[in-house]
Protein backbone atom coordinates (compact mmCIF):
# COMPACT_ATOMS: atom_id res chain seq x y z
CA UNK A 1 0.00 0.00 0.00
CA UNK A 2 1.18 3.51 -1.27
CA UNK A 3 0.42 6.15 0.93
CA UNK A 4 1.53 9.26 -0.23
CA UNK A 5 1.58 12.71 1.96
CA UNK A 6 2.77 16.33 1.77
CA UNK A 7 4.62 18.76 4.22
CA UNK A 8 6.69 15.28 6.27
CA UNK A 9 8.09 18.22 8.14
CA UNK A 10 5.27 20.73 9.28
CA UNK A 11 3.18 20.50 12.64
CA UNK A 12 0.47 17.99 11.27
CA UNK A 13 2.88 16.25 8.80
CA UNK A 14 5.63 15.40 10.92
CA UNK A 15 3.49 13.99 13.32
CA UNK A 16 1.56 11.89 10.62
CA UNK A 17 4.90 10.27 9.09
CA UNK A 18 6.09 9.29 12.68
CA UNK A 19 2.84 7.21 13.32
CA UNK A 20 2.82 5.86 9.69
CA UNK A 21 6.38 4.58 9.95
CA UNK A 22 5.30 3.59 13.78
CA UNK A 23 2.75 1.41 11.82
CA UNK A 24 4.78 -0.80 9.37
CA UNK A 25 4.28 1.59 6.54
CA UNK A 26 6.86 3.15 4.11
CA UNK A 27 5.16 6.16 3.31
CA UNK A 28 6.10 8.44 0.03
CA UNK A 29 7.18 11.82 0.93
CA UNK A 30 5.99 15.09 -1.35
CA UNK A 31 8.91 17.64 -0.47
CA UNK A 32 9.70 20.34 -2.43
CA UNK A 33 13.72 19.91 -0.75
CA UNK A 34 13.96 16.29 0.11
CA UNK A 35 17.45 17.45 1.37
CA UNK A 36 15.60 19.16 4.15
CA UNK A 37 14.57 15.72 5.43
CA UNK A 38 16.20 14.45 8.19
CA UNK A 39 18.52 11.55 7.59
CA UNK A 40 17.10 9.43 10.32
CA UNK A 41 14.29 8.89 8.28
CA UNK A 42 16.22 8.05 5.23
CA UNK A 43 15.43 4.03 5.75
CA UNK A 44 12.05 4.29 6.07
CA UNK A 45 10.21 6.25 3.60
CA UNK A 46 10.42 7.59 -0.42
CA UNK A 47 11.27 11.07 -1.08
CA UNK A 48 10.20 12.69 -4.47
CA UNK A 49 10.70 15.72 -5.21
CA UNK A 50 7.58 18.27 -5.66
CA UNK A 51 6.84 21.44 -5.19
CA UNK A 52 3.08 21.41 -4.46
CA UNK A 53 2.44 24.34 -6.55
CA UNK A 54 3.32 22.29 -9.79
CA UNK A 55 0.62 20.47 -11.30
CA UNK A 56 2.32 18.08 -13.34
CA UNK A 57 4.93 17.53 -10.49
CA UNK A 58 2.34 16.35 -8.49
CA UNK A 59 0.26 14.36 -10.84
CA UNK A 60 3.53 12.41 -11.26
CA UNK A 61 4.64 12.24 -7.47
CA UNK A 62 1.23 10.49 -6.48
CA UNK A 63 1.03 7.71 -9.66
CA UNK A 64 0.53 4.05 -7.87
CA UNK A 65 -0.76 6.18 -4.73
CA UNK A 66 -3.55 4.58 -2.71
CA UNK A 67 -4.03 7.24 -0.10
CA UNK A 68 -3.43 10.84 0.11
CA UNK A 69 -2.88 13.38 2.78
CA UNK A 70 -2.99 16.80 1.12
CA UNK A 71 -2.22 19.88 3.49
CA UNK A 72 -2.44 23.02 1.50
CA UNK A 73 1.19 25.13 2.04
CA UNK A 74 1.02 28.87 2.05
CA UNK A 75 2.71 29.80 -1.36
CA UNK A 76 4.34 33.05 -1.94
CA UNK A 77 1.40 34.81 -3.88
CA UNK A 78 -0.02 37.84 -4.30
CA UNK A 79 -3.53 36.46 -3.38
CA UNK A 80 -3.87 33.36 -0.79
CA UNK A 81 -7.07 31.81 -1.63
CA UNK A 82 -6.41 32.02 -5.13
CA UNK A 83 -2.69 30.03 -4.41
CA UNK A 84 -4.99 27.43 -2.28
CA UNK A 85 -7.68 27.64 -4.75
CA UNK A 86 -4.77 26.87 -7.71
CA UNK A 87 -3.28 24.06 -5.83
CA UNK A 88 -6.55 22.37 -4.91
CA UNK A 89 -7.16 22.61 -8.31
CA UNK A 90 -3.32 20.34 -9.05
CA UNK A 91 -4.61 18.21 -6.09
CA UNK A 92 -8.11 17.41 -7.64
CA UNK A 93 -6.34 16.38 -10.95
CA UNK A 94 -4.09 13.87 -9.82
CA UNK A 95 -6.69 12.75 -7.05
CA UNK A 96 -8.95 11.94 -10.40
CA UNK A 97 -5.71 11.10 -13.40
CA UNK A 98 -3.90 8.68 -10.47
CA UNK A 99 -7.37 6.94 -9.52
CA UNK A 100 -6.36 7.79 -5.86
CA UNK A 101 -8.35 5.52 -3.63
CA UNK A 102 -8.83 7.90 -0.72
CA UNK A 103 -7.67 11.37 -0.07
CA UNK A 104 -7.59 13.17 3.24
CA UNK A 105 -7.70 17.18 2.90
CA UNK A 106 -6.35 18.97 6.03
CA UNK A 107 -9.67 21.82 5.81
CA UNK A 108 -10.30 24.33 8.76
CA UNK A 109 -13.55 25.27 10.48
CA UNK A 110 -14.96 28.10 9.04
CA UNK A 111 -14.75 26.45 5.33
CA UNK A 112 -18.33 25.48 5.25
CA UNK A 113 -18.55 29.08 4.92
CA UNK A 114 -17.35 29.24 1.40
CA UNK A 115 -17.32 32.70 1.39
CA UNK A 116 -15.90 35.42 3.78
CA UNK A 117 -13.52 33.24 5.72
CA UNK A 118 -10.54 35.57 4.44
CA UNK A 119 -7.60 32.47 3.55
CA UNK A 120 -10.31 30.07 4.82
CA UNK A 121 -12.06 30.35 1.48
CA UNK A 122 -8.99 28.92 -0.63
CA UNK A 123 -9.54 25.69 1.80
CA UNK A 124 -12.90 25.48 0.94
CA UNK A 125 -12.03 26.02 -2.98
CA UNK A 126 -9.99 23.18 -2.15
CA UNK A 127 -13.07 21.26 -1.11
CA UNK A 128 -14.72 22.05 -4.03
CA UNK A 129 -12.38 21.12 -6.52
CA UNK A 130 -11.75 17.35 -4.12
CA UNK A 131 -15.84 17.35 -4.17
CA UNK A 132 -16.10 17.57 -7.76
CA UNK A 133 -13.95 14.42 -8.74
CA UNK A 134 -16.11 12.10 -7.35
CA UNK A 135 -13.40 10.29 -5.70
CA UNK A 136 -13.36 9.06 -2.35
CA UNK A 137 -12.36 12.25 -0.08
CA UNK A 138 -12.21 13.25 3.64
CA UNK A 139 -12.26 16.81 4.43
CA UNK A 140 -10.60 17.08 8.02
CA UNK A 141 -11.92 20.86 9.31
CA UNK A 142 -9.82 21.01 12.21
CA UNK A 143 -9.80 23.90 14.95
CA UNK A 144 -7.10 26.78 15.64
CA UNK A 145 -3.89 25.13 16.05
CA UNK A 146 -2.19 25.25 19.30
CA UNK A 147 0.81 26.07 17.41
CA UNK A 148 -0.40 29.61 16.44
CA UNK A 149 0.35 30.07 19.99
CA UNK A 150 4.54 30.34 18.87
CA UNK A 151 3.76 32.48 16.45
CA UNK A 152 3.89 35.53 18.77
CA UNK A 153 6.44 35.28 21.32
CA UNK A 154 7.53 38.60 21.65
CA UNK A 155 4.16 39.27 22.75
CA UNK A 156 4.03 36.54 25.25
CA UNK A 157 7.28 37.76 26.16
CA UNK A 158 5.60 40.97 27.12
CA UNK A 159 2.53 39.36 28.76
CA UNK A 160 0.11 39.42 25.80
CA UNK A 161 -2.05 37.41 23.96
CA UNK A 162 -3.21 38.95 20.77
CA UNK A 163 -6.31 38.30 19.31
CA UNK A 164 -8.62 39.79 16.60
CA UNK A 165 -11.88 37.76 18.16
CA UNK A 166 -13.76 38.63 21.19
CA UNK A 167 -11.93 37.60 24.24
CA UNK A 168 -14.50 35.44 25.79
CA UNK A 169 -15.80 33.91 22.85
CA UNK A 170 -15.12 29.98 22.78
CA UNK A 171 -14.07 28.22 20.28
CA UNK A 172 -12.04 24.87 19.22
CA UNK A 173 -8.16 24.54 19.97
CA UNK A 174 -6.22 21.54 19.21
CA UNK A 175 -3.15 19.99 19.45
CA UNK A 176 -1.54 19.51 15.80
CA UNK A 177 -0.67 15.97 16.65
CA UNK A 178 -4.12 15.03 17.93
CA UNK A 179 -4.67 16.00 14.10
CA UNK A 180 -2.44 14.23 12.74
CA UNK A 181 -3.89 10.59 14.73
CA UNK A 182 -6.65 11.37 12.98
CA UNK A 183 -5.43 11.88 9.46
CA UNK A 184 -2.90 8.56 10.02
CA UNK A 185 -5.92 6.58 10.52
CA UNK A 186 -7.87 7.55 7.86
CA UNK A 187 -5.11 7.03 5.77
CA UNK A 188 -4.56 3.53 7.04
CA UNK A 189 -8.08 2.16 7.49
CA UNK A 190 -9.79 1.39 4.23
CA UNK A 191 -12.98 3.52 3.51
CA UNK A 192 -14.85 4.74 0.46
CA UNK A 193 -17.55 7.30 1.75
CA UNK A 194 -15.48 10.69 2.74
CA UNK A 195 -17.21 14.24 3.69
CA UNK A 196 -16.04 16.38 6.30
CA UNK A 197 -15.12 15.10 9.99
CA UNK A 198 -14.28 17.97 12.49
CA UNK A 199 -11.10 17.90 14.41
CA UNK A 200 -11.74 20.19 17.69
CA UNK A 201 -9.48 19.29 20.72
CA UNK A 202 -10.34 18.90 23.84
CA UNK A 203 -12.74 21.45 24.30
CA UNK A 204 -13.35 25.28 23.14
CA UNK A 205 -11.40 27.61 25.05
CA UNK A 206 -12.00 31.67 24.63
CA UNK A 207 -8.46 33.58 24.25
CA UNK A 208 -8.92 34.63 28.28
CA UNK A 209 -9.29 30.77 28.83
CA UNK A 210 -6.17 30.36 26.95
CA UNK A 211 -4.55 33.59 28.58
CA UNK A 212 -5.16 31.83 31.78
CA UNK A 213 -3.74 28.81 30.87
CA UNK A 214 -0.84 29.92 29.67
CA UNK A 215 -0.45 32.09 33.37
CA UNK A 216 -0.32 28.66 34.85
CA UNK A 217 1.70 26.80 32.57
CA UNK A 218 4.47 29.48 31.72
CA UNK A 219 4.47 30.82 35.18
CA UNK A 220 4.16 34.50 34.21
CA UNK A 221 1.40 36.74 34.05
CA UNK A 222 -0.32 36.39 30.24
CA UNK A 223 -3.22 38.41 29.40
CA UNK A 224 -5.62 38.21 26.78
CA UNK A 225 -5.96 41.63 24.23
CA UNK A 226 -8.20 42.12 21.48
CA UNK A 227 -6.46 43.67 18.21
CA UNK A 228 -9.11 45.88 16.37
CA UNK A 229 -9.23 44.99 12.88
CA UNK A 230 -7.72 48.27 11.14
CA UNK A 231 -4.82 48.06 13.79
CA UNK A 232 -4.14 44.23 12.44
CA UNK A 233 -4.82 46.03 8.66
CA UNK A 234 -1.61 48.90 9.41
CA UNK A 235 0.57 46.49 10.95
CA UNK A 236 0.21 44.02 7.82
CA UNK A 237 0.46 46.76 5.42
CA UNK A 238 3.60 48.10 7.89
CA UNK A 239 5.26 44.86 7.41
CA UNK A 240 4.86 45.08 3.45
CA UNK A 241 1.47 42.92 3.10
CA UNK A 242 -0.20 43.57 0.13
CA UNK A 243 -4.19 44.14 0.22
CA UNK A 244 -5.39 40.43 -0.74
CA UNK A 245 -2.93 39.21 2.10
CA UNK A 246 -3.93 41.49 4.32
CA UNK A 247 -7.41 41.15 4.13
CA UNK A 248 -6.81 36.71 4.25
CA UNK A 249 -5.27 37.15 7.61
CA UNK A 250 -8.12 39.75 8.71
CA UNK A 251 -11.09 37.54 7.00
CA UNK A 252 -10.00 34.37 9.17
CA UNK A 253 -10.81 36.22 12.07
CA UNK A 254 -13.62 38.74 11.06
CA UNK A 255 -15.45 36.13 8.88
CA UNK A 256 -15.77 33.48 11.89
CA UNK A 257 -16.87 36.09 13.95
CA UNK A 258 -20.50 37.42 15.12
CA UNK A 259 -22.87 35.21 14.03
CA UNK A 260 -21.01 32.12 12.34
CA UNK A 261 -22.01 28.89 13.86
CA UNK A 262 -19.99 25.72 12.85
CA UNK A 263 -21.14 22.96 10.62
CA UNK A 264 -19.95 20.28 12.76
CA UNK A 265 -21.17 20.05 16.16
CA UNK A 266 -18.35 18.77 18.72
CA UNK A 267 -18.87 15.00 19.28
CA UNK A 268 -17.34 12.32 20.88
CA UNK A 269 -15.48 11.95 17.67
CA UNK A 270 -14.70 15.33 16.88
CA UNK A 271 -12.89 16.06 20.16
CA UNK A 272 -9.72 15.07 20.55
CA UNK A 273 -7.34 14.52 23.62
CA UNK A 274 -4.03 16.82 23.57
CA UNK A 275 -4.74 19.44 26.02
CA UNK A 276 -3.33 23.11 25.95
CA UNK A 277 -1.82 22.85 29.14
CA UNK A 278 0.55 19.99 27.77
CA UNK A 279 1.05 21.50 24.58
CA UNK A 280 2.13 24.93 26.15
CA UNK A 281 4.56 22.88 28.94
CA UNK A 282 5.86 20.52 26.23
CA UNK A 283 6.16 23.46 23.27
CA UNK A 284 5.27 27.16 24.36
CA UNK A 285 7.65 27.05 27.87
CA UNK A 286 11.07 25.74 26.27
CA UNK A 287 10.64 28.70 23.74
CA UNK A 288 10.21 31.63 26.15
N1 LIG B 1 -3.04 27.20 11.92
C1 LIG B 1 -4.31 26.90 12.11
O1 LIG B 1 -4.94 27.26 13.12
C2 LIG B 1 -5.03 26.09 11.06
C3 LIG B 1 -6.35 25.65 11.29
C4 LIG B 1 -6.99 24.87 10.33
C5 LIG B 1 -6.33 24.56 9.15
N2 LIG B 1 -5.04 25.00 8.93
C6 LIG B 1 -4.38 24.66 7.66
O2 LIG B 1 -3.28 23.81 7.96
C7 LIG B 1 -2.33 23.93 6.89
C8 LIG B 1 -0.94 24.10 7.47
O3 LIG B 1 -0.61 22.94 8.22
P1 LIG B 1 0.70 22.92 9.12
O4 LIG B 1 0.64 24.05 10.10
O5 LIG B 1 0.88 21.54 9.62
O6 LIG B 1 1.81 23.25 8.06
P2 LIG B 1 3.20 23.98 8.33
O7 LIG B 1 3.78 23.51 9.64
O8 LIG B 1 3.01 25.42 8.08
O9 LIG B 1 4.09 23.33 7.20
C9 LIG B 1 3.98 23.74 5.90
C10 LIG B 1 5.04 22.98 5.12
O10 LIG B 1 4.78 23.23 3.75
C11 LIG B 1 5.97 22.98 3.04
N3 LIG B 1 5.88 23.76 1.82
C12 LIG B 1 5.79 25.11 1.71
N4 LIG B 1 5.66 25.43 0.41
C13 LIG B 1 5.66 24.28 -0.30
C14 LIG B 1 5.55 23.98 -1.67
N5 LIG B 1 5.42 24.92 -2.60
N6 LIG B 1 5.57 22.66 -2.04
C15 LIG B 1 5.71 21.69 -1.11
N7 LIG B 1 5.82 21.93 0.20
C16 LIG B 1 5.80 23.21 0.60
C17 LIG B 1 7.12 23.36 3.98
O11 LIG B 1 7.98 22.28 3.95
P3 LIG B 1 9.60 22.40 3.89
O12 LIG B 1 9.99 23.46 4.87
O13 LIG B 1 10.04 21.04 4.24
O14 LIG B 1 9.89 22.77 2.47
C18 LIG B 1 6.46 23.42 5.38
O15 LIG B 1 7.02 22.46 6.25
C19 LIG B 1 -2.76 25.13 6.05
O16 LIG B 1 -3.40 24.69 4.89
C20 LIG B 1 -3.74 25.85 6.97
O17 LIG B 1 -4.69 26.59 6.25
C21 LIG B 1 -4.39 25.74 9.86
Redesign the pocket.
Known amino acids: MTIAI ?2 P ?5 SHVLRTLVAAGVRPRLL ?3 PA ?1 LDSAWHDHVDVVP ?4 DGDAVLAATRGAEALLW ?3 S ?1 PDADPVAAHARLGGHVARAVTENGIARTVF ?3 VGAEKRHGAG ?1 IDG ?1 ARTEEALDATGAPVLHLR ?1 G ?2 F ?2 LAMDLDGLREGVLRAALALDRPMPWVD ?1 RDIAEVAAARLLAPWSAGGVQAVHGPRDLSFAEVAEVLTDVLARPVRAERTPDDDLRAGLRAVGLGEAQVEAIVGMSAGLREGFVAEQPRTVVTTTPSTLEGWAAAHLRPLL
Open positions: TTRGHVGMRDLCDQDISPVLSSELAYFSNP
